[in-house]
C-alpha cells in the first residue's frame, strides 16, 4: 500500500538542498570577504610602518642611521596580540639592523611594499618590504646600495579575528536560515489553505451533488486539477440523466406489460369456464414473453453501457468464427416457423477480437431476431462475416427497410415511430447492439441498401489494437 504523500514534506525536503546550498554559499563567502578584507587591513598597517621607518632612516656621514617609529609601533603591538619584528638591512647583508635572523623576502617592491607570509622561530609571519635606493654608497662602498626596510609580524591576531568572525557569520546564517525556513512552512500552510477549505467542502457535499466546483479563490496550480474534475462530473452528471431518463422510460414500458397481465389474471380468476380461463392464460403468454424480453434486453443494455476499466482489460479473446454460428442456431427454428431462411458467410481463417461473448452473443441475437421478424415469408437473412479491414458482421434482410427517423436516431431506445418497420418490438434491440459495440471500442452502422431491405453492420477493433 503505498504510503500517502505530503505536498509540505516534499517541499520542505526540496528547500533543504537549496537552504544547505545558500547557508555554505553565505558562510563561504563571508569567510572569503572577510579574510581579503582582513588581510587588506593587517597589510596597510604593515606598509603604514614601512613608510615611517622609510621616513626615519639617515644616511649622512656615510653611515646609516634608522630612528624607529616606536610609538606606532607599540600602538600597532597593541592593537593585537602579534609579536612585531623590524629588520633595516642593505641588499649585500652588510649592514643589518633589528631582527637579523628574519627570513628574507622572496620580493621586495621598490616603489610600493610587497607583502609577503614565512615562518619564523616556529610561527607564521606575515611581512611587508620595501626597497630604498640610496643615492650615497655606505661605509665606503663602490657603488650605492639599496636598503631593505622589513616589517613582519605572527598572525595570531588576524587568525583570532577571523574565527571570530566566522562564528559571528556562521550563527548569523544559522539564524536567517531557521527563520528562512519557518517563514517557508509557514507560507506554505497559507498557500495550502484554498485546499483545505476545497477538502471541507468535498466532505460536506451531498452524495447526489454533482453541480461543477467552483474555481474562485483556488490556487492557480490546482486550476487543472479542479477543471478534470469538473469535467468528470459532468460526465458523470450526464451519464446520471441518462439513467434516469432510460429508468422512466423503462418503466414506462413494462408498466403497460404488467397491467395487461393484471386484467388478464382478473378475467381468469373471474372466468366462468375452464375454456376461458385456458384462453385467458394462453393469452398472457406472448405478454410475459414480452416483458421477459425486454427485461433480458435492459438489463444487458445496463451491463453494456457500465463497463468498468477492469473488466475491459480482463476480457478474453473471442473467435467470432465459432460464436457466430451459435448464434444463428439459437434462431434458426424461429426463422423456420415464420418461412425465412438464414445464410452464413464465414472467412476460412479465425477472425479473433478481445470482448465479452455473452455481450457480443445478446447484441448480435437482438440483430438477428429483428431481421426475421421484420423479413417476409420465404426471404433469406444474409449474416456475412467480415475479417479486413476491421472485424464486422453484417446483417442484411429483404423487409421494407427503415425509416429514416430509425436511421438518424439509431440506438435511442424506446424509439415510437408508427409504420410497418417498428410496429412491434421493444425499441431496445438497436440500443443493445449500440451500447455493445461500442464497449468493444467499434460503432453501428445501418442502411437502407438500393436494391431493398435492410443491412446494419456491428463493427469491432482489432484483437491487437
Not at 477538502?199 to 496550480?221: G, Q, V, W
Not at 431506445?413 to 461500442?438: E, H, K, W
Amino acid at each position: 500500500m503505498a504510503r500517502p504523500h505530503s505536498l509540505r514534506l516534499a517541499l520542505a525536503l526540496w528547500m533543504l538542498p537549496l537552504s544547505l546550498f545558500a547557508f555554505l554559499s553565505s558562510l563561504w563567502v563571508t569567510h572569503s570577504n572577510i579574510g581579503a578584507l582582513a588581510d587588506s587591513a593587517y597589510d596597510r598597517s604593515l606598509a603604514g610602518a614601512v613608510r615611517a621607518i622609510e621616513e626615519n632612516i639617515s644616511t649622512t656621514n656615510g653611515g646609516l642611521g634608522v630612528q624607529l617609529p616606536y610609538t606606532l609601533l607599540a600602538t600597532l603591538q597593541a592593537a593585537s596580540t602579534s609579536v612585531i619584528y623590524v629588520r633595516v638591512s642593505t641588499d649585500d647583508k652588510l649592514v643589518q639592523i633589528g631582527d637579523i635572523g628574519l627570513p628574507p623576502p622572496p620580493a621586495v617592491g621598490v616603489d610600493q611594499p610587497s607583502f609577503f607570509t614565512t615562518t619564523y622561530l616556529g610561527k607564521e609571519l606575515r611581512g611587508a618590504a620595501l626597497r630604498v635606493p640610496l643615492e650615497q654608497p655606505l661605509y665606503g662602498a663602490a657603488a650605492p646600495q639599496s636598503l631593505i626596510v622589513e616589517v613582519a609580524e605572527t598572525t595570531e591576531s588576524r587568525a583570532l579575528f577571523l574565527r571570530r568572525v566566522a562564528d559571528v557569520a556562521f550563527l548569523r546564517d544559522v539564524a536567517i536560515s531557521l527563520i528562512g525556513l519557518a517563514l517557508l512552512v509557514i507560507g506554505i500552510g497559507v498557500s495550502l489553505r484554498p485546499l483545505t477549505r476545497l477538502k471541507e467542502m468535498f466532505d460536506h457535499r451531498a452524495p447526489n451533488d454533482l453541480s461543477p466546483i467552483p474555481t474562485r479563490n483556488i490556487p492557480t496550480e490546482a486550476g487543472p486539477l479542479i477543471d478534470s474534475f469538473n469535467t468528470l462530473l459532468q460526465r458523470y452528471a450526464d451519464q446520471y440523466a441518462a439513467q434516469r431518463r432510460f429508468l422512466d422510460d423503462a418503466s414506462h414500458q413494462l408498466r403497460t406489460p404488467i397491467s395487461v397481465l393484471q386484467l388478464q389474471m382478473d378475467y381468469a380468476l373471474s372466468a366462468p369456464s375452464p375454456e376461458a380461463q385456458r384462453e385467458a392464460i394462453v393469452a398472457m403468454r406472448p405478454v410475459i414473453e414480452r416483458a421477459t424480453r425486454m427485461t433480458r434486453q435492459l438489463l444487458t443494455l445496463a451491463r453494456a453501457e457500465n463497463l468498468s476499466a477492469t473488466h475491459v482489460q480482463n476480457w478474453n479473446q473471442i473467435d467470432l468464427t465459432t460464436l457466430l454460428p451459435e448464434v444463428l442456431r439459437l434462431h434458426l427454428a424461429p426463422a423456420r416457423q415464420v418461412g425465412v431462411r438464414l445464410d452464413l458467410d464465414l472467412p476460412d481463417a479465425p477472425v479473433m477480437i478481445a470482448g465479452d461473448d455473452t455481450l457480443i452473443f445478446e447484441g448480435l441475437s437482438n440483430l438477428l431476431e429483428n431481421a426475421i421478424r421484420h423479413s417476409p415469408a420465404g426471404a433469406t437473412v444474409a449474416v456475412t462475416l467480415l475479417k479486413q479491414p476491421l472485424p464486422a458482421i453484417t446483417i442484411r434482410d429483404h423487409g421494407l427497410g427503415a425509416p429514416a427517423q430509425i436511421l438518424s436516431h439509431l440506438g435511442t431506445p424506446f424509439l415510437t415511430i408508427r409504420n410497418d418497420r417498428s410496429s412491434s418490438g421493444t425499441g431496445l434491440g438497436l440500443s443493445l447492439a449500440q451500447a455493445v459495440a461500442r464497449a468493444h471500442g467499434g460503432d453501428l452502422v445501418a442502411e437502407n441498401p438500393t436494391d431493398g431491405g435492410f443491412q446494419i453492420t456491428m463493427r469491432f477493433a482489432d484483437a491487437h489494437s
